[in-house]
């Protein structure tokens, strides 16, 4: 099981208890709470209708009976592939009130990705749409059930083919509904993969403990209400999206569900919806923003906007914020292993939230080293660490990621490059693993991608490093053309960095354009994959 393989420092553990940075709770307790003290507050406004918290417990409650009818059972590995959906968040809740763990899979992947999570998994089921635009997901899964000998049940939302059990079926089991569960805090309640930008995707299993601790932290520093209507554009399969509605559960506050992101849809579910508080990437801001759709929009009802998932472009969030003028805006700095590492307070100075990732979360502490390993002072540039109760315990089945990922004291090696002021604010300054090694000088390209987005011609940039004979590595900067622009060359974009009084070591070596960069689920730029085209 998942839980034997987790190796939580015991004092670590005990300190956590003891300072309160860890309860005892579990999704069960957020959701019985706010059945109890709001059954007919709307729990989901969803594109079909609305439920009360009490009409969502009940549907948890029978379909974890459904569930459990199946012989699932507490430490199962149960998928799901789904849209940010009220079956996603109904199959989320219900895995973990039979003491399930939650793996997710982002709906982009294919069978090939799909197939390489549910064997590492094991999952013992999985819970997607038959049908997904024009792809056949139910006859995908079922061909992949036939080839993984853990996978025992499809469960399908739409029209199931043979083979395959309806997920409404689940709610409309036989047995008494399963009002309560056996889970416990220390429990793993999901099963998450890293996004594999840089190498391949490692599991990691996070508890109710790390989850709930973290999301409960924020709904005080974001100053989120009962009477708060929170939006994730980001998928629920991400951690980023489904901690926004643990913090909605933590405070019987309302889900606003946008299935599938497209930014008209966004616009559209705001304006209907009226969210009061948006979770969202720099992606989706430089869409909507490029759409014109604040002006085509009501986005009026907004009070807070929080950017994650990605670097966040300063000007970007300003521009967004005089686009948005009723909403503050917020940055979040999160990794699947570490949960929502640090975040920006609801009322930060819009210079601090564009340029902060913020303090640490409650309950966790940062710090920089140098290559030596050495913490450097406030204002200097280094490797970003972190330890504290949102913290994993380390990756599933992988020992060598294990080795490599903490420090010989415990603390997690992110590979991020940050600056800590003398107040703990954090600023996100690159990926270790992007560094440009020219020669024996090393620069951080984030600055000049940052910069490039400014140029009339291009929508994204993304620079990488390719290996060169006498230097080591030059740099090679990737783009996605804006429409309608004409095709700058290499000497072009030098110029334009050169005016911006960029030092020409750091100017790019080679220019390639691509019809689209390829992505990760919650749009960051896969290094990896545009580094193998230079192969």
Known sequence: MIRDSMKFPVDLASTYFADGRWARETLDTLLDRAASNKPDVPSIDHPGGILTYAELSDLVSRTASGLAALGLKQGDVITTQLPNTVEFLISHLAIGRIGGVHQTIHLPYGPKDTEFHLRHAKSKAIIAPAMLKDTDMGAVMLDLKQSLSDLEHVILTGDAPAGAIPFDELSASDSPPMTEGPSQGADPCMLLYTSGTTS????????????????????????????????????????????????????????????????????????????????????????????????????????????????????????????????????????????????????????????????????????????????????????????????????????????????????????????????????????????????????????????????????????????????????????????????????????????????????????????????TPTRKIIKGRLAKLLD
């Open 200 to 519: 391949s995707p490692k599991g990691v299993p996070l508890t109710f403990q790390m989850l709930l601790s973290n999301s409960k932290a924020a709904t005080k520093r974001f100053g989120f209400t009962a009477e708060d209507r929170i939006l994730s554009a980001a998928p629920f399969s991400h951690l980023y999206g489904i901690f926004n509605f643990h913090a909605a559960l933590e405070l019987g506050a309302t889900a606003v569900l946008l299935p599938i992101f497209t930014p008209p849809d966004l616009g559209q579910r705001i304006s209907d919806s009226k969210p009061t508080v948006v979770f969202s990437a720099p992606a989706h801001a430089a869409a909507v923003l490029g759409m014109g759709l604040t002006e085509k929009f009501d986005f009026s009802s907004i009070r807070l906007t929080v950017f994650s998932g990605a670097a966040c472009p300063v000007e970007l969030l300003k521009s967004y914020q005089t686009k948005v003028p009723t909403s503050t805006v917020a940055q979040l700095w999160g990794m699947t292993e570490i949960v929502a590492g640090c975040f920006t307070h609801h009322d930060d100075v819009l210079e601090d939230a564009a340029n902060y990732a913020g303090p640490a979360a409650p309950g966790n502490e940062v710090r920089v080293l140098d290559a030596e390993g050495n913490q450097i002072p406030a204002e200097e540039e280094g490797e970003l660490q972190i330890r504290g109760s949102s913290v994993f315990s380390g990756y599933l089945d992988n020992d060598d990621a294990n080795d490599a990922a903490f420090s010989s004291d415990g603390w997690f090696m992110t590979g991020d490059l940050a600056v800590i002021d003398k107040r703990g604010y954090v600023k996100l300054t690159g990926r270790s693993k992007d560094i440009i090694n020219r020669g024996g000088i090393k620069y951080n390209p984030s600055d000049i991608e940052e910069l490039l987005l400014q140029h009339p011609a291009i929508d994204q940039a993304a620079i990488v490093p390719m290996k060169d004979e006498v230097l080591g590595e030059r740099a090679c900067c990737f783009a996605v053309l804006n429409a309608g622009e004409d095709i700058p060359d290499l000497a072009n974009i030098c110029a334009f960095l050169n005016d911006r009084n960029v030092s020409k070591y750091k100017w790019p070596e080679r220019l390639e354009f691509v019809e689209e960069m390829p992505l």
